[in-house]
């Protein structure tokens, strides 16, 4: 077995069956950051001496022959926006360097009793709100397939950490793309589950402590297989503490599906059309995807979105953006709240617009997203899965001099804003419905390209088991970086 590219699963299985002790694993998974790392700075803060005693007492459990959980005696990081007990906490952002919690988020301590050992924090743009991975506390992370290229964003350190063999599994987060955009750029696993599946209590942003869940957001496992994210699921869905006492998380199995003929695959490639074109490496990778498919038997129609990627878009900037303004400065908020009387459609005075918005607007935003909700619930009785781009383009050059609303990604030849590029993901996260990330193969430079694999909401379960079908139709599957 290579331990730095086995699955989770795969490691768990080995500690279990004593073919490798949970404290030579974590030893093993250590020097290859020490190794590895400084290229790439994905992995941002460390825990060593307590995920040591952590191994430890995993292997006495083993001893005893006891199991602590589906994660047991597996090193594992999380992205640096979940608050993690006595270790450094930081969103990203300078004034939080010295931030370290009393206690974990939700999610990081249900890791933590299935087994998990948190050996450390992968990186974060400041408050996971960029494509790229940099801030002012750990610097920039590099893609591992391409140094001078971005990981994504905003779990750019996750994806690349699980690429590199720095970690075998990872917790990040998805609000506008931020699980699916590196899982793309940098060839890895990711799901976004259906929206409130996953508690972000103990996620920054919001402010560090806060009860609320935020609307959009999920947290989500990155590995390398789909059967790491359906483990990985499992530990961290559920309710919040409080609402525990009268209900239960059952995620829909949906009709069963024998075999890939089975399914019923649409395909929306060609939605973007001139308002957002997606690169012709990128669309040749696609295709080649869903042909492979199409010649196993599955049904494949290419087909409209139901609900236009531009109207889509336009949801997310009104529901999302707010949010992020929320936490805007008082002077900057003034000044984007003055926007609210300009008229007009153009998609980057939407999102200044939208930064400011009062409640009024976001709640008729809310009501338009419901009737998009609708649509796609209508959509899915006919399809069980849609196959859509994650991102115009494969990992891009590093970009981090300008600011985010000034910069601009190369589509065959077409400048592209950044806050335009990630419509695919947006328009698909702002109706709440879960997607799987997975890698279809590479442009011919060499750049990982992956796919998003959308479902009806809350079936997460059933998603996985179809992705795990057309994974095998189409015969792809991780590959490390060729270092």
Request: proline share 8%; with cysteine.
């Amino acid at each position: 077995m290579d331990l730095d590219f086995a699955t989770a699963t795969e490691l768990t299985r080995a500690v279990r069956d004593r073919k490798i002790s949970s404290r030579e694993l974590l030893d093993h998974v250590l020097a290859r950051v020490e190794q590895r790392n400084p290229s790439l700075n994905a992995v941002v803060a460390l825990d060593i001496d307590r995920a040591r005693a952590a191994a430890g007492a995993a292997d006495a459990a083993t001893a005893r022959g006891e199991a602590l959980g589906p994660l047991h005696g597996i090193p594992m990081t999380v992205k640096d926006v979940w608050e993690t007990e006595g270790l450094v906490t930081t969103a990203g952002a300078a004034e939080l360097a010295d931030h370290v919690p009393r206690a974990d988020a939700l999610a990081v301590g249900r890791l933590k009793a299935a087994g998990a050992i948190i050996f450390g924090k992968s990186n974060t743009p400041l408050y996971a709100g960029d494509f790229q991975t940099f801030n002012d506390v750990y610097g920039i992370t590099n893609n591992p397939w391409d140094l001078a290229r971005t990981a994504g964003g905003s779990s750019g350190g996750a994806a690349a950490a699980v690429a590199a063999g720095l970690t075998p599994l990872e917790l990040g987060s998805d609000i506008g793309g931020s699980i699916r955009n590196p899982a793309h750029f940098n060839g890895v696993y990711g799901l976004k589950p259906s929206w409130g599946v996953v508690p972000s209590r103990g996620h920054i942003p919001g402010p560090p402590g806060s009860l609320a869940e935020t609307d959009v957001n999920c947290g989500g496992p990155l590995a390398r297989s789909l059967e790491d994210l359906r483990t990985a699921l499992g530990v961290v869905a559920g309710p919040v503490p409080e609402d525990a006492v009268a209900w239960r998380l059952e995620l829909a199995a949906g009709p069963p599906v024998g075999d890939v003929t089975a399914v019923r695959v649409a395909t929306v490639f060609t939605e973007g059309g001139d308002f957002l074109p997606v690169a012709r490496d990128v669309r040749a990778s696609l295709d080649a995807f869903a042909s492979r498919i199409a010649d196993t038997g599955a049904q494949v129609d290419a087909v409209p979105l139901p609900v236009p990627l531009a109207d889509g878009l336009r949801s997310w900037q009104e529901l999302v953006l707010p949010i992020i303004g929320a936490g805007l400065p008082a002077k900057d908020f003034a000044a984007f709240a003055k926007l609210e009387a300009v008229s007009g459609d153009d998609p980057m005075l939407t999102s200044a617009r939208a930064l400011a918005s009062r409640y009024r607007s976001w709640a008729r935003a809310n009501g338009v997203r419901q009737r998009q909700r609708a649509a796609w619930a209508t959509f899915f009785q006919q399809y069980d899965v849609v196959l859509a781009p994650v991102m115009p383009t494969a990992a891009f050059p590093h970009d981090t001099t300008r600011p985010i609303t000034k910069r601009l990604v190369d589509v065959d030849g077409i400048a592209v804003p950044h806050l335009l590029a990630m419509a695919w993901c947006g328009a698909i996260g702002s109706v709440l419905l879960p997607v799987v990330t997975m890698p279809t193969g590479s442009t011919p430079a060499g750049l990982p390209v992956g796919i998003q694999l959308i479902g009806p909401f809350l079936t997460d379960l059933r998603l996985l088991h179809i992705a795990a079908l057309l994974q095998t139709a189409a015969g792809t599957a991780f590959t490390g970086p060729p270092y």
